[in-house]
C-alpha cells in the first residue's frame, strides 16, 4: 500500500515537473511579436537599418519583429512612445544620435533619454555626406560651395531630416567652422528632404550616407564630401570634408534600446542575435553597401556609446548655438 501511495506520488511529481517545464519552454523569451519604434517616417536611414535588422531577428527568434513608424518632434515622439512602454522586452526603440543630440537641444522633454532608454545592441556606424541638388548649382566640391555660399547670401538652404539629427548638427558643425551661412530647413525624414534636394528646392544636405547613396549611385545628387575623417571605403572618390576644413568630423551610430527595467534576459538575447547577424557576410555587405561600420559588442559597449555621443554633440550642440527650430 505505502509502496503504491510512493509510485503514485512519483508519478504525480514527474507530470508536474514535466507540465511546468513545457510551460516555461512556451514562456521563454520571445513568445510573441516584438515591437522595433523607428521615430522617423519611412525611407530614411534609421528606417532602412531597422528593417534590415527587423527581418534578420525574425528569422532568428522565430518571432515576427514589427517596425512600426512613430515620425514627428524631431525624434523625441516615437522616443517617449518607448520610454513610456512596457519594460517587458517586446518594444524597442532604433536608437540613432537625434537620441543623444536632442537631451541637449531640446530642454524640456518629459524623459532623460540616458537614463530612461537601456541600450541593447550597437548596429553600424556610418558617415554623413554632403550631398548638393544637381539643379542650378555650379559647383563640384567642398571648397566650391563654400565659395558660392559666401558669393551668394541668402541662397542656399540646408535640408535635414529634422531639428536635432545629426544631419541637422553635421551642417551646424560646418556653418561654424566654414562660416558658411545657409538657412535650415527641416523635415519630418530623410525622405521628403531628398525629394525636395533631387528637385532644386534645397541645395545641400549633411545626410546618413545610407539614404543618400541610391540618389548619389544614380546621378540625381552629387557628393562632394563626407563626414568622416577619412575616405568612405564604398565611395572612395568623394573627398572628407576634412581635407577641405582641417579638424571637421561628425558620424552617425545607429543601434537598439529598451526602456529602463526590460529583462536582463531579453537584453541578452538581442544582443547575442545582432551580433550574430553583423558577423554574417550577407550583412557586412550590405552594411558596406550603405557605407556602414559594423559596431559589434555587449549591451555595456552600446550603453557607453549612448552616453559618450551624447556628451560629444552637447558640446557642438552648444559651440554652433544650434536650436530646436
Excluded at 521563454?28 to 536611414?45: D, E, F, H, N
Aim: proline residues 7%.
Amino acid at each position: 500500500m505505502i509502496k503504491s501511495l510512493i509510485c503514485s506520488a512519483t508519478l504525480i511529481l514527474t507530470a508536474f515537473l514535466a507540465t511546468n517545464a513545457i510551460s516555461a519552454s512556451s514562456d521563454a523569451y520571445p513568445s510573441r511579436p516584438i515591437k522595433l519604434v523607428v521615430a522617423y517616417p519611412p525611407g530614411g536611414t534609421t528606417d532602412v537599418l531597422a528593417r534590415l535588422i527587423a527581418a534578420n531577428l525574425s528569422e532568428k527568434l522565430g518571432q515576427q519583429v514589427i517596425v512600426e513608424n512613430k515620425p514627428g518632434g524631431g525624434n523625441n515622439i516615437g522616443t517617449e512612445y518607448v520610454v513610456n512602454s512596457p519594460a517587458d522586452g517586446y518594444t524597442m526603440l532604433l536608437v540613432n544620435p537625434a537620441n543623444g543630440i536632442n537631451t541637449t537641444l531640446y530642454p524640456k522633454l518629459h524623459f532623460n533619454f540616458v537614463k530612461d532608454i537601456v541600450g541593447v545592441a550597437g548596429i553600424v556606424r556610418t558617415p554623413n555626406v554632403m550631398a548638393i541638388t544637381t539643379v542650378n548649382l555650379p559647383v563640384n566640391n567642398v571648397a566650391e560651395f563654400i565659395a558660392y555660399c559666401k558669393a551668394n547670401p541668402g541662397k542656399i538652404n540646408m535640408a535635414s531630416s529634422g531639428s536635432g539629427t545629426s544631419v541637422h548638427l553635421s551642417g551646424e558643425l560646418f556653418k561654424s567652422m566654414s562660416g558658411c551661412e545657409m538657412t535650415h530647413v527641416p523635415y519630418k525624414g530623410a525622405g521628403p528632404a531628398l525629394t525636395d534636394l533631387i528637385a532644386g528646392q534645397v541645395q545641400v544636405i549633411f545626410d546618413n550616407l545610407p539614404s543618400s547613396a541610391p540618389h548619389i549611385n544614380s546621378g540625381r545628387l552629387k557628393a562632394i564630401g563626407m563626414t568622416s575623417a577619412q575616405r568612405e571605403p564604398s565611395m572612395p572618390a568623394v573627398p572628407s570634408i576634412g581635407e577641405t576644413i582641417t579638424g571637421y568630423e561628425a558620424t552617425a551610430w545607429f543601434g537598439l534600446g529598451m526602456p529602463k527595467g526590460s529583462p536582463r534576459e531579453a537584453i541578452d538575447r538581442i544582443n547575442a542575435e545582432v551580433n550574430k547577424a553583423l558577423a554574417e557576410p550577407k550583412m557586412k555587405e550590405r552594411l558596406f553597401e550603405l557605407g556602414g561600420l559594423p559596431i559589434p559588442g555587449t549591451p555595456e559597449d552600446f550603453g557607453k556609446t549612448i552616453a559618450d555621443e551624447t556628451k560629444k554633440w552637447a558640446k557642438v550642440v552648444k559651440d554652433s548655438g544650434a536650436t530646436a527650430d
